[in-house]
Structures are given as C-alpha cells and as structure tokens.
C-alpha cells in the first residue's frame, strides 16, 4: 500500500491506515501501538524536511513470521547526519520527539539510506510475533515493492517467496494488461508456487503455465537460490526482467517470449554461480530497465527492501502495475 504525502494533514491518514492494516494482520496493541508511533514519525519527517513523498505498507512473512514493514521514501535534501538522526529524542521536524533511535529499537528490523541531496529511505518492520522455527541454510534476505497503477484497487503484478532448507524460491508475475483479469491471473501463480512440490523453476514455470489457461495470462520469472551450491536457477517467459548485481559487474536472465496460459514457444532453466557478494533484482515492466545499483553510494550493505524501494521510486514509469523484488545473502 501506498500514502502519497503532501501535506501535514496526510500523517494522521498514513497513521490509521498502518494501525488498519496491522490490525488485520491481527498484531496485538502494543505492536500497533509501535507501528503508529514509528508511522506518524516518518511521515512527519518525510513532509517536514522533503515536502512530499509517501509511505509504503508491506506485508511481510514466511514461515511462521507476519509482520508489516513501514517505510518512509522522499527526495529530499537527505540526511546529513545520520548517527545524530538515530540520537535518541532527536527531531528537528516537530514530530513526537522519540527520534528515529527509538523506532529502530521497537523494530525488529531497521535500515535508512540517505544522501545528501538525494532523498533518503528509511524501513522499519515489525513482527506479530516470530516464530521458533529455524531454517538453516536459507540465509537470504528479500525486500518487495509491488503497487497497482494509479486509479486500480487490483495489483495485476504478483510476487512469491518460498524457502526450503537449502535456499529459496522466489517469483514476479505480472498479469496481462492491469485491473482485476490481470489480479487473477497473478494471484494464480502465486499460488501455484505456495501449493507446488517441484523445486526447479522450469517445472513451477510449467505448472503456472497450466493454472494460468483459464485466465488472460501473464508474465512470469522464477528463481531458486541454492546457497549449499551456491548456484542460481532462472526460468523467464514474458517481460519480466531480472539481473544478478554485484559491485562492479551486472548480468541479465534472459527470459523467452510467450504469455504463460497461452503461448510459450520454449520455456528453458538455466543456472549462474551465487556468492555472498550477490544480488537478485526482478521486476515486472512497470519499472525502467535503465537502473544501476553502482550510482548510489553505500547500496551494496542495505536491506534488499530499501534498494527496491530506491528503484521504485526513482524509475517505475508510472503507467502501469510496478513490482520490484530483491534478495540478497545474509551479512554475518
């Protein structure tokens, strides 16, 4: 969910709106109660020092954890002092007056990015409560944006992430055209990676291919992380774009032409090495393709939902549904 912000009056509404959804997540009171003092901060932050941005609410979880991610995007003059930022009861913007320090404390996790003169990011997400169940081995981090075109309530783009003890599985889809025929199409392959026991992303492609011929088609990229082989599996059909970025080098994932429920001409799964020093970058069309990790100082140590909403906010086209995921190893 997004919340434009312009205006003073608009962080009571980015306010009700998170404790709305944390609520509906069912998170307990004192959870809300932290995710509208850590909301009203940022938004009035965001408002004071940039004039304008929004806040985005993500759902987050997987495996026993729920929660709901805040975050805060402008492009502003940026942060030139982030320590002092994170003082605690440091605010410069009239705001409650805890300080970000306070919210990166309630939080369960906390990153900011900030340049001067470039705006700045800031992410906080909370936890309804976590789960004791450990997964070895899937040490990989996601961040997701994933919004609707103006003027739609349905996101025709959908995103899925599955962990196995040995890596993750994750998934962009973006449902022909926007609205609700393309939300069906996405929720179906959604669930297609929820509900399937195969593991290689041609087979999970096959079977999205499958589920999706009662509905309009789609788009669809999947990608398993192997982090024993350290080895990344890729199986694309459609405009959905994704790259492995590390510092100082890029490569695509070439996906095959087609709409999934309709036609594929070739579907083919191909793998690529994956170390500590990797990220994944998938996004549907509604993002520009001219992105470039290396023009922001510092990305390289962020969390993966910080550099998506980084893109998102400086390259969706705006014309239609945008989503952007990004997973990364785990910093020790």
Not at 32 to 47: D, H, K, M, P
Request: proline letters at 3%.
């Amino acid at each position: 969910m997004l919340i434009e912000l312009a205006d003073p009056s608009q962080t009571g509404e980015a306010r009700r709106k998170a404790v709305a959804y944390a609520e509906d997540l069912r998170m307990n009171a004192e959870v809300c109660g932290e995710i509208a003092l850590a909301t009203t901060e940022i938004a009035t932050n965001v408002i004071k020092h940039a004039g304008k941005g929004h806040i985005l609410l993500q759902r987050i979880g997987s495996n026993g954890d729920l929660g709901l991610r805040v975050m805060g995007v402008d492009q502003g003059p940026g942060i030139a002092d982030i320590p002092r930022a994170l003082s605690d009861g440091h605010s410069t913007a009239g705001s409650l007056g805890k300080g970000l320090g306070v919210i990166q404390r309630m939080s369960s996790s906390f990153d900011i990015y900030s340049v001067p003169g470039s705006g700045t990011v800031i992410s906080a997400a909370f936890l309804a409560a976590k789960s004791n169940k450990v997964i070895a081995g899937a040490s990989i981090e996601v961040g997701v944006i994933s919004e609707p075109i103006a003027g739609e309530t349905e996101c025709g783009d959908g995103w899925g992430v599955r962990k196995f003890s040995d890596g993750m599985a994750l998934l962009v889809v973006d449902g022909l055209g926007h609205g609700i025929l393309a939300a069906e199409a996405a929720r179906e392959a959604e669930k297609v990676l929820a509900n399937t026991t195969e593991r290689t992303p041609h087979n999970v492609m096959r079977d999205i291919h499958d589920a999706l011929k009662k509905t309009r088609g789609a788009a669809a990229a999947v990608a398993r992380i192997d982090t024993q082989e350290r080895r990344l599996h890729f199986s694309g059909i459609g405009n959905v774009a994704a790259s492995i970025v590390a510092p100082g080098a890029s490569r695509g994932l070439a996906s095959h032409n087609g709409i999934l429920g309709h036609q594929t001409q070739r579907m083919q799964e191909f793998a690529l090495p994956w170390n500590e020093n990797s990220i994944l970058v998938m996004h549907s069309d509604g993002l520009g393709s001219r992105w470039n990790l290396a023009n922001y100082p510092g990305i390289w140590s962020k969390h993966p939902s910080v550099i998506a909403a980084l893109l998102h906010r400086d390259f969706s086209r705006g014309r239609d549904d945008v989503t952007v995921l990004v997973a990364k190893a785990t910093q020790p």
